[in-house]
């Protein structure tokens, strides 16, 4: 998988930034995030198959992104919160 990401990377001409091993805080929004999803849903469900699991992670995406409101984004859900940005930012004509 990951000679994937790099020949896709590669193609695309971008280039990827990798945290050092053990060092969570360089990227301390993604590893706040995956503490939440376990504490909130994975560590809380047994699934019994990939399309259960599949099934009740999509459900928690939903409600995470569109009911649920986040105190970083002012006590709008994220969708709120781009659909706001995206108002205030679009691009001005010349």
């Known amino acids: ?3 994937a990401v790099a020949e896709w990377c590669a193609e695309a001409g971008v280039d990827s930034v990798f945290i050092d091993p053990g ?3 360089q990227n ?3 590893e706040s995030f995956n503490s939440r999803l ?3 849903l994975l560590n809380l469900w047994h699934f019994d198959s990939l ?3 599949q099934v009740i992670i999509e459900d928690h995406r939903v409600d995470y992104n569109n009911q649920r409101p986040h105190s970083a984004h002012g006590g709008l859900t994220p ?3 781009t659909a706001t940005w995206t108002t205030i930012n679009q ?4």
């Open 28 to 30: 301390a929004w993604i």
């Open 23 to 25: 060092s969570p805080w």
């Open 91 to 94: 691009p001005q004509p010349a």
């Open 79 to 81: 969708a709120e919160f």
């Open 38 to 40: 376990r504490d909130e």
């Open 1 to 3: 998988m990951s000679h």
């Open 51 to 53: 399309l259960e699991a």
